[in-house]
């Protein structure tokens, strides 16, 4: 109480105010701490770079890991950067290297033993189908293989009009074909061409139907033989003609020869990519082989990897194709079977295989035929 015989309330106790400084010394280390956070990870990556650079050009593994990823870069429409990998030098005598051993393929022998007969039905069969869809896969990677069981059903396709490609779908649909998948290489700048201009020689139902080669001068060849013997390897056009081929593009290396992997381990696959590749069986059925890549679901194959696939279901021989954004494997309808890489879909290209119930009447014709090869523009898009 007070003189006055009043209670007295006490107050409310407040707290006291932080001093000024104080406050702001708090609101520094709030605002400093997300600097303090994004040091740390700057700290923290360059720290995994350093490791990520020791690791890949100071090790055993890495230095495999970083030829692995050079050869893959080789195979893209990027393949100058590759140099980061492995420098300017070491990308000419990678690109050296594997020119060299696909010319050393190309040059043994062929004696490959190939007896083209009849399918013949299992026991209680009337007849077996032209064509089995298999799926395959291996470490990495997922494709479809299609057997064809009588090569002679299988006719080179081009596409309809003169001055553009053409998707391998449009031509299955457009011709009526069984199936096709892409087949040789063509001229291509900058990863954007129109996919009308062939590299090295087109032929179909016999007759060269293009070519930027000598009739003397050898050059990488996948075909088909009037006999349904496939070959592959390095041959004159004139050579081809007297051979008795009848459908054939330019494309390399061969695979297998003789019942043989030419390809010794993944070492030497040739980095990881879609790949497009053809193989013969003994008894002269078609091996139709794709596989995806640079995706999700299947990353790519070595050209290991495709031999050891064809040598699993019986491959004799067999060849390298156009891959990479090219591959792709259509069957009757236009149906795509497996998933190109290209975000855009299908590319536009020269030439296809394409497999028939009646061959010699297929809708084929030589688009090229008339056209000066000198004045064909493989970037101009025409509509």
Known sequence: MNQSGYRVRPAAETPPLPPRSAGRRAGRQARGRPLRWFGRLAAAAALAGALAVLFLFATPWGSSLRYT????????????WAAWLIGEQGLKERVAQYNRQFESYAELEDETVVAVAEPQPAPGQETLPLTELIEVEGDGFKGHLMIVRDPLKVRLGVPAKPGMGEKVSEMVKRTGAVAGINAGGFVDPEGMGNGFKPIGLVIS??????????????????????????????????????????????????????????????????????????GQRADGALLFLVIDGRQKHSVGATLYDVQEVLLEHGAVIAANLDGGSSTVLATSGGHVVNKPASPYGERLLPTAFLVFEQPDGAPVRNVWEGLNREQIDPSKWIK
């Open 69 to 80: 990823m050079a050869d893959t870069l080789i195979t893209t429409q990027h393949r100058h």
């Open 205 to 278: 139902g016999g007759e060269i139907w293009y070519r930027d080669v000598g009739m003397e001068t050898p050059t990488h060849v996948v075909g088909i033989d009037k006999t349904g013997r496939m070959i592959a390897g390095k041959y004159k056009p004139n050579e081809l003609i007297e051979m008795g081929v009848k459908e054939a593009v330019s494309f390399s290396p061969r695979i297998i020869l003789n019942g043989q992997g030419l390809f010794k381990s993944d070492k030497e696959g040739w980095g990881l990519a879609p790949r497009t590749a053809i």
